[in-house]
């Protein structure tokens, strides 16, 4: 399995920025996501990218906020947030598995990291 080490949560006022990264061990080149999970509510997909980063996939509450990339050569992921938004206050998960098909299915990845808090205030 892939292990995989979240950082760059934080609180931050509403309309602010945060920037997430995960770090994957060993190297896999797989698909990895981001996921989200407010209190009291399921595991919802935010957003994801492909081995490669040719592909990208979002969530509709996120389009135009939130952008992933990665660093294909040290493989890592980052998932920058803009116009962060109270409802965005969540811990955040990275996920990885080998392609990115059904990416937002969280039920379908085998790895996860243990999480980063993200705090937004109104």
């Known amino acids: 399995q892939v292990q995989l080490v979240e950082s760059g949560g934080g609180s931050v006022q509403a309309g602010g920025s945060l920037r997430l990264s995960c770090a994957a061990s060993?190297?896999?080149?797989?698909?990895m996501a981001w996921f989200r999970q407010a209190e009291g509510q399921e595991r919802e997909g935010v957003a994801a990218?492909?081995?490669?980063?040719?592909?990208?996939f979002y969530a509709d509450s996120v389009k135009g906020r939130f952008t992933i990339s990665r660093d294909s050569d040290k493989d890592v992921v980052y998932l920058q947030m803009n116009g962060l938004k109270s409802e965005d206050t969540a811990m955040y998960y990275c996920a990885a598995k080998r392609l990115c098909g059904s990416w937002s299915v969280h039920r379908h990845f085998a790895s996860w990291g243990h999480g980063t808090q993200v705090t937004v205030s109104s």
């Open positions: 060993p190297y896999s080149g797989y698909c």
């Open positions: 990218i492909s081995g490669g980063g040719m592909s990208t």
